[in-house]
């Protein structure tokens, strides 16, 4: 058995060092963005909260808020309505549901195109 065991190569074993990286690539860093050669990102001058940012968006297009009011209105009415049994009065406001939903949509179309085609500053 001596023999067997002196005729095996002695691999020496190498301990496995903690402070030492893994192979391959280097992990990402979520706290830092991604280093982009040739990109130069533009600074945030500051946060917007979601008040300043509705304020800003409904100067914008005044018509899209009012289109969903007009929507949510039309809705709501016509939903009591027919709850109290006025059947022509009903399908009357939902139909104005429809336009009201067709003008916000035409109010989002034409804001959409409208940013597009502005210049850039």
Same mark, same amino acid.
């Given at each position: 058995?001596?023999?067997?065991?002196?005729?095996?190569?002695?691999?020496?074993?190498?301990?496995?060092?903690?402070?030492?990286?893994?192979?391959?690539?280097?992990?990402?860093?979520?706290?830092?963005?991604?280093?982009?050669?040739?990109?130069?990102?533009?600074?945030?001058?500051?946060?917007?909260?979601?008040?300043?940012?509705?304020?800003?968006?409904?100067?914008?297009?005044?018509?899209?808020?009012?289109?969903?009011?007009?929507?949510?209105?039309? #809705? *709501?009415?016509?939903? &009591?309505? $027919?709850? =109290? !049994?006025? @059947?022509?009065?009903?399908? #009357? *406001?939902?139909?104005? &549901?429809? $336009?009201? =939903? !067709?003008? @916000?949509?035409?109010?989002?179309?034409?804001?959409?195109?409208?940013?597009?085609?502005?210049?850039?500053?």
């Amino acid at each position: 058995m001596a023999a067997a065991a002196a005729a095996a190569p002695a691999v020496p074993e190498r301990a496995a060092s903690p402070a030492a990286p893994p192979p391959g690539p280097a992990p990402f860093d979520f706290s830092q963005p991604p280093v982009i050669e040739g990109f130069t990102p533009l600074p945030r001058l500051k946060e917007e909260t979601f008040k300043e940012k509705f304020m800003r968006k409904t100067k914008e297009n005044p018509f899209v808020p009012i289109g969903c009011l007009g929507t949510a209105g039309a #809705l *709501l009415y016509g939903l &009591r309505a $027919f709850h =109290q !049994g006025k @059947t022509r009065q009903s399908q #009357l *406001l939902m139909r104005g &549901r429809i $336009f009201a =939903q !067709g003008f @916000t949509v035409v109010a989002l179309v034409v804001g959409v195109l409208g940013t597009a085609l502005k210049p850039k500053q």
